[in-house]
């Protein structure tokens, strides 16, 4: 059994984006995969022997999916951090161990309750399984890198995108897997509920003006740098090349609005070459256009933010973003845990937060929502963005640099993040990135425009804004992810209540 569940925890893993350049295209979200992979889960908990042989299953399924999905921050730790490899190989594994708790915890309750009422067990699995999903993705500032739902941008599922986010897809998929687990032990109905789910994906309309329509187009040129990570702050070598190619490649752009990614300016300010700072303000001011420009703002007295600075014509005050969702260890340290950000040689520190809902900028008709490298993760707090839908984004603008991560499976996986959420909300996506994936993505999910990766360069594309509400931009925009908490948990109850009949199903022996 061991020896499947491994391969199965590894099949999730590489569900949510092909890793290898053989047998489909590298980085494509497999939903059939991941299907699999949980169906596989559900096959080896119904042949466990206790509550306790449940949760080894469920820790072990969930730490080697984990580590395969997130293996990537041993490049960050060990290749630019100088952390020794073996330390941080553990690193890795003691992070997947210790959010595969939540998993682990799910499935133990799952096969103690399960022996009471199994008929209801599939559905129950999906309840238990989700909460776990939430958990990891909210609890401890979350990390919700990796869940199910992301392998879902294809599929018959992925019609449920715009209603209930990448949590609910995922509820809907673990559910359906642990049916495929029990097979023709099951109840027929989960098989009827099964088709009927598939068959409303093929039946019901889904044209481009499903819940959004048109708000105009906008021209787009977005800047990747592909400056070294290893010499990105060092002021011989990548300083001076960041500030000389993007004051360049800025003033030289002929679209209306120009990004470029995250610290693309790795300095402060103040401490920019003479006129550097006021080249750029009174260039877009005086030529119509806009620019998006990721930079560090703050001093010693009032702290600092990772922040994206906004110049627009004819605006006398540049406009600013500040991260909000900040990254653990990155941007601030966790208590009791600066003795391992020592260990590495890497400039963390702790950053000022901003407001979770920061007002869009508006230029040339549209509303711009910046946001900064794993912000997109979190569709509930861009979600609050929704609150007044005549204020609401209608184009959403992703300033990252993951360069921390090398040439890895990470820049596909943020890629497909980004991909959900311009599903969710039907909102189109411009990325800029210092390394890729540097792309515009259209309000259904699909890369329009496209730069090669690990390679300095300038894409030209068009993107075209979006206003209107998706069911899920409307729900969790006014109560977050409660709805999914609340619903997940009355079906838990509801499918082991003692009123309910037992009937003849039973666990696999």
Known sequence: MWPLLFLAALCHAASIAWPFHFGFESGQALWALQGLSLAGLGWALQKAQSARHAFAIGQGFATVALSATFWWLFVAMHTYGG?????????????????????????????????????????????????????RGTWLTGFGWGAGGYAHLEGPLAFYIPWLGVYGVGALAAWAGMVLAQ????????????????LVSVAMPQGPE???????????????????????????????QSLEWYRQTLLNAKTQLVVAPETAIPVLPQQLPAQYWNDLR????????????????????????????????????????????????????PPLFRWFTNLMHIPLGDF??????????????????????????????????????????????????????????????????????????????????????????????????????????????????????TPYAWWASRFGLWPLWLICIALAVFSFAPFLPAGPVGRQK
């Open 352 to 469: 000022n937060r901003g407001a979770v809902a920061q007002a869009p900028f508006a230029f040339a008709g549209q509303r711009l929502a910046p946001h900064i490298c794993y912000e997109d993760l979190f569709g509930e707090e861009l979600a609050q963005r929704f609150t007044e839908p005549t204020a609401s984004p209608t184009v959403f603008v992703n300033l990252s640099n993951i360069g921390w991560f090398g040439n890895t499976v990470a820049i596909d996986q943020h890629l497909n993040i980004a991909r959900m959420r311009a599903m969710e909300f039907e909102r189109p996506f411009v990325r800029a990135t210092n390394t890729g994936a540097t792309v515009v993505i259209d309000h259904h999910g699909q890369v329009t425009h496209a730069a090669p990766r690990l390679t300095q360069a300038v894409l030209v594309g068009e993107v075209n804004g979006r206003e209107g509400l």
């Open 183 to 198: 097979g023709k032990n099951g109840p027929r109905w989960h098989w009827a509920a099964l088709a009927v789910l598939v």
């Open 210 to 240: 499903r819940f959004s329509r048109s708000h105009g187009a906008l021209t787009v040129t977005v800047l990747q740098g592909n400056i070294a990570q290893n010499e990105k702050f060092e002021a011989r070598t990548g300083i001076v």
């Open 282 to 333: 009174t260039h877009f001011q005086r030529n119509g256009q806009a620019a998006l420009v990721g930079i560090p703002l703050g001093d010693n007295r009032l702290g600092y933010t990772n922040s994206v600075v906004g110049f627009l014509p004819e605006s006398p005050k540049v406009l600013r973003y500040d991260k909000h969702h900040l990254v653990p260890f990155g941007e601030f340290i």
């Open 83 to 135: 952390l020794p490899a073996v330390l941080a190989v553990l690193a890795v594994v003691a992070l997947a161990a210790a959010l595969g708790l939540y998993y682990a915890l799910a499935c133990a309750l799952w096969w103690r309750l399960a022996q009471k009422n199994p008929r209801y067990a599939a559905l129950a699995f999906a309840a238990l399984w989700t909460i776990a999903e939430l958990a």
